[in-house]
């Protein structure tokens, strides 16, 4: 193990600098990847003390424009000044140096380490050597400063994803940094965890750092920063005062027109049952019990929503009900068809479920992973889900293509060439649309969806819940798993909460509260 022998990195900005000088400015930024131009022209300005929301749509150029900051990629054209002085960031080396730090939404921790020794891996010292003591006391004064709560000696496969996160903060802040990024930090954290944070940046900006925040959760721009910029297809189109703004208002300035921000939420006139579990334990391959006696009934006509804290068995839920997880003995999944016959999925694989005619439709989390194939076309993904149902060595490619066509109009979806262009081309959203729109148009009975639009932009999110509305309102039983409290709470009409693989409760999304649902995550309350 390394660890460092001082703590201050030798830094163009270790100069005084008068405090109105920004800590950031970037002047005519561009950023091409072939033919596409990333960012075009771009000019940003964070002050010291200052929390900047940076806003826009999926391709606008947010991810793009900080990871040059961060030393990822290299600009085409433009300049760069840290606290006035000209800079060249060719690294993410570079960006420590200049004390410029990014915390990516996907964590970079070891998980056998402790914190302390997540902190400290691979800063300069003499080699085997490291003086926990001297770490642990860096980091708990570090931790007292900004109102972290941290245990430096915990282990890092002991911690929840908030304290994964707190590691990797007090990480860049223990090597120097005074600019800070955070990618989508939110994420994964419940409303109380969300609080906690805001509070940390608030301190770190009280203390003169600069913090510039990427997130699609606009009640929490609202919240938390002080500035808004707003990016749209990798031009800028300008900043406003937070205090001066309003969900209505920045969402119309990234997409470029007025936006309806409201999720319809009507009732069915009947619910019928469609899909019944009971008793369901799942464990992974080393044995760990990932569900432990989950019950619950989804009904045609609602929405049913799945909340919980990152890892507390969305995924094996959701996955076993479609015959990828299996199930443990004594746990039953019962598909309802609309004959009112009831068929048990466990024991199934997803080719059984296809076969057997059961309309399920599930809308993995993993979309390349599981859902689709980067390098084909839309087609080509349109005809994975129904190639198996061929009579003969023929396939039928007409009516995939067809259907490719119906979604890309039905859904706008933005792509050169549904027969040419690989799906791993087109953007983040647009793809989801393309994976939403496949299991959509099987014409399910019940449709589960796991995270259907985790980072997506708003005009394209709200897409997404229009879609599984209408598909509530035909009669399809909907489960929805999401990380939104608030878009839970404005779109399902019930909502089951899962705490370490079991149910805390399933409550009305119409009269239960984000509090109390975010303790519920946590396991302290409980609903029916």
Known sequence: ????????????????????????????????????????????????????????????????????????????????????????????????????????????????????????????????????????????????????????????????????????????????????????PTAVLTPQETDKLFAVMKNMKKDGKAIIIITHKLHEVLAVSDRVAVLRKGQYIGDVPTSQASQQSLTDMMVGHAVSLNIDRPMADSLKERLRVEHLTVKNKEGVKKLSDVSFTAYGGEILGIAGIAGSGQKELLESIAGIQHVEEGGNITYIDPQGKGIHLEGMDPLDIIRKGILLSFVPEDRFGMGLVGGMNITQNVMLRSYRKGAGPMLDQQTPRKLADKIVNDLEVVTPDINRTPLRRLSGGNVQKVLVGREIEQSPTVLMTAYAVRGLDINTSYTIYNLLTQQKMQGVAVIYVGEDLDVLLELCDRILVLCGGQVSGIVDGRSITKEQVGLMMTKVGGGE
Not at 6 to 21: M, T
Not at 124 to 136: C, F, Y
Not at 141 to 166: H, L
Request: glycine share 8%; hydrophobic share 40%; proline share 4%.
């Open 1 to 184: 193990m390394e660890t460092k022998q001082d703590n201050k990195i030798p830094s163009p900005i270790d100069q005084q600098v008068p405090s109105e000088v920004p800590a950031i400015e970037l002047k005519g930024i561009t950023k091409r990847f072939g033919s596409v131009v990333a960012n075009n022209a771009i000019d940003l300005t964070l002050n010291k003390g200052e929390i900047l929301s940076l806003l826009g749509e999926n391709g606008s150029g947010k991810t793009t424009l900080m990871n040059m900051l961060s030393g990822i990629y290299y600009p085409d054209e433009g300049e760069i000044f840290v606290n006035g002085s000209k800079v060249e960031i060719r690294s993410p080396k570079d960006a420590f140096d200049l004390r410029i730090g990014m915390i990516h939404q996907h964590f970079k921790l070891v998980d056998v380490f402790t914190a302390a020794e997540n902190i400290v891996l691979g800063l300069p010292g003499e080699r085997g050597k490291l003086d926990k003591n001297a770490v642990a006391k860096a980091v708990r004064e570090i931790a007292d400063r900004y109102g972290f709560e941290i245990d430096p000696n915990q282990k890092v496969y002991d911690m929840s994803v908030s304290q994964k996160q707190t590691v990797e903060i007090v990480k860049v802040l223990y090597r120097g940094a005074d600019i800070l990024i955070l990618d989508e």
